[in-house]
């Protein structure tokens, strides 16, 4: 799959939750693996922030980020449309220090990327595999969140406020495809009990019933309500009257917990990559779903590419016998035994290291250990293939090396392991010349990678 930007520009205007303060945030296309940035235009430099967890400097009320005195707020939302949506890389334009808020839902972001459509780019998409659980808590608010291995980014959120009015609530997304229909138009919500603290910390300045539901549910006196009505400037409400005290209706039952769904795709939007895992979230809020997405980000720093997936229950691009009508190596020298995912960009191959490989004999008959020029030979194959893909007719040409660099050998590969190797072009071929990055896996561990040259030519 290709990375995906905006078709164009669109701009959307209003107020700013916390500033009360008029904003106009515009979002704009990027170029390939530019990731989600936002400028400050309004400042000096119009300086630049990176959404990425790392960024993250407060989770007050929803999600910052900042960099030195630079910050912006309240961006779950733009986060979450565009991550639902599949856009890998834009940038987006902001007149002031937090993107409007709008009706307090993503509908209007997401009504924005639909109206202006997507455009594929050049570079393949970067997912970020969830392979085993991984898994964040705080004891002292009961959350927790766990990631599991799916084949699609889905989740499932549970909620519980200890209230009256808003009971336990679930809610889940199976397919991002849905997320318009079922997610984007949740509003952000807040109870009456929590209105004058926020105010007091300078906070929810632009809160209005038309931008948050508000929830009533411990007994004020009609004087304490009035109060927090007029200063939030919204109309007298009726003390002895429980519940939700907007007029516009809840768009689902269960809104509040889809609002919370919501804020967690944009808070797992900043690792910077798409994610194909299942979340499973009890009480999720900005600070563990961003204390979630730092500890994907380290991961994903650790490990410059992640082992590719591999299902030996699903059949091959290329099996053995493809392999041989390709390129032109045979027993004892043929070390590639099928190809599992290939682009135009990379080529993932599999070997499966026995006991009878004939290099064994020698290397070493007490300790079998498999050569590390072979593995260096085995990623040239595979390169091989992936470069013949750019041809007709491939079986009458061969790959031949013209330098190899950067060599490293990580752990030994002995009989029983199965090799996944990942080979991708570090420069667009040219005139018949290939530069390529190749790295061989077994399990998770890079076992070896290295750099190398090679040239495709005409057998005679």
Known sequence: MKQITLNGEFTLSGKGLHTGAQLTATFCPAADNHGYKIQRIDLEGQPVIDAVAENVISTMRGTVIGKGDVTVSTIEHAMAALYACGV?????????????????????????????????????????????????????????????????FSLDVKVNFNSEVLANQYATLD?????????????TFVFVRDIEPLLKAGLIKGGDLDNAIVIYEHKKTQEELDHLADLMGVPHHNADDFGFINERPLSHPNE??????????????????????????????????????????????????????????VAPLMDNNEIRRCIPHRYPFLLVDKIIDKSEHYIVGVKNVTVNEP????????????????????????????????????????????????????????????????????????????????????GEKVVCECEFMAQIIKNK
């Open 88 to 152: 890998d890389n834009c940038l987006i334009k902001v007149d002031g220090p937090e993107i409007p808020i709008l009706d307090g839902s993503a509908k209007n972001f997401f009504e924005g990327i639909q109206a202006v459509g997507l455009k594929e780019q050049t570079a393949d998409k970067d997912f970020f595999y969830v392979k085993h659980k991984i898994e964040v808590s705080d004891p002292e608010t009961g959350s927790k969140l766990m990631l599991l291995p799916d084949d699609e």
């Open 175 to 187: 397919h991002m495809s849905d997320f318009g229909a079922e997610v984007a138009d949740a509003r």
């Open 256 to 313: 509040p917990a889809r609002h919370k769904l919501m804020d967690l795709i944009g808070d797992i939007a900043l690792i910077g990559r798409p994610l194909k895992g299942r979340v499973i979230a009890t009480k999720p809020g900005h600070t563990i779903n961003t204390q979630l997405a730092k500890t994907l980000r380290s991961e994903i720093k650790r490990q410059d590419v992640q082992a590719p997936v591999y299902d030996p229950n």
């Open 359 to 442: 290099f064994f004999q020698g290397h070493f008959p007490q300790e079998p250990v498999m050569p590390g020029v072979l593995l260096v030979e085995a990623m040239a194959q595979t390169g091989g293939l992936l470069v013949l893909g750019s041809v007709d007719e491939a079986e009458r040409y061969s790959t031949y090396f013209m330098k190899i660099d950067n060599v490293k050998f990580r752990q030994k590969v002995v009989p029983g392991d199965t090799l996944l190797f990942h080979v991708s072009f570090m420069t667009p071929l040219r005139r018949g010349m290939a530069v390529m990055k190749g790295r061989a896996f077994v």
